[in-house]
Each structure stands twice: as C-alpha cells, then as structure tokens.
C-alpha cells in the first residue's frame, strides 16, 4: 500500500495540509475550523510532494488561475463524487444554491444530502464547494469558515485587492 505524503501550504487563508498518494492530491485541510485537517502519525512529510498543487493554488490565489487541472483521488460514495463532479462546473466566482445542485445532478429533492455532500468535500478550493450557497443567498456553512468563504468568492470575483499573508512553502 502506498503512503500518504503530505506538505504544509501557506497561503492567504492561512496554512494548508495537502495530502494524498501516489502524487494524486486526495485532501486541502484549513488550518482550524470543522475542516481543520492535521497531519495523522503514518503520514510522511514530503515538502517536494504535490508541487503541481502548490504552483496552481500559487496562481489561483495571485488571481492568475480560475481552474483547477490536478491529479485527485477524493475518496467518496458515488452520490458523494457525483456532487463533487458538479462543483467543478460552476463557473469562477459565481454561486448557486443548494437546490439548484441538486437539480443538476438530476436529484431536485435532494437538496440537504446535496448539502451534507459539499460539506464532506476533502478537496475545497480545488472542487469549490465555497459556490454553493443557501437559498435565497445566504453564505452558509464552509468547512475553512464563512470569512474564508467570503474571502475565496471576493477573490474570484476579482474584489479582493491584497492577500493576508504571502503565499510560500512552510
């Protein structure tokens, strides 16, 4: 079985785990918060790991990159990598509801298990769940926190004017 490696990403939202094997990018952790992500003991640091990853979230934060084109091994049960699927759809800087995922998955009832999905997402930023919202507009739940929620639509948006902090290697 393959090892897990791992690299530690700063960023303008603050630090991030990137994670995965075989050089396939499989999590993005934020650094607190209910996605908070910390390296487990069987993980390997490799700061050489995932380069690719750290070179396109570089870019994608300076506001020179809007998609992502990554090796990723999420792991999920197929209703889960089916929304998953989705997200990558939804255009840069622009938002949709819960129910209207739903409906483009072709599951228009199925707007909480929708949300429970997103929520579950092990690769935010680069399947951005951050452009689901609630209806009727309302920034809902994300596992980096609404601040870093609003922080990546502004940042799309091409609205955010300076990063927190400078992004590099850790």
């Known amino acids: 079985m393959s090892e897990t490696r791992y690299t530690i990403l700063a960023s303008p939202i603050g630090p991030l785990v990137l994670a995965g094997v075989d050089g396939r990018l499989a999590c993005i952790g934020f650094p607190s918060g209910k996605g908070a992500v910390t390296p487990k003991s069987d993980w390997h ?94 920034l809902t739940g994300f596992a980096g926190g609404l601040e870093t929620k609003r922080f990546l639509l502004a940042l799309e948006r091409g609205r955010h004017t300076a990063p927190r902090e400078q992004m590099s290697l850790l």
């Open 45 to 138: 640091r490799d700061d050489a790991a995932f380069a690719e990853a750290r070179a396109q979230l570089g870019a994608y934060f300076a506001g020179r990159l809007t998609r992502f084109d990554l090796a990723l091994a999420p792991r999920g049960t197929p209703f889960q990598l089916q929304v998953w699927q989705a997200l990558t759809e939804i255009p840069p800087g622009e938002t949709i509801a819960y129910g209207e995922l739903a409906r483009r998955i072709g599951r228009p009832n199925a707007s909480r298990a929708v949300g429970a999905a997103n929520g579950a997402n092990p690769l935010p930023i680069v399947v951005p769940c951050h452009r689901v919202i609630g209806a009727g507009g309302a």
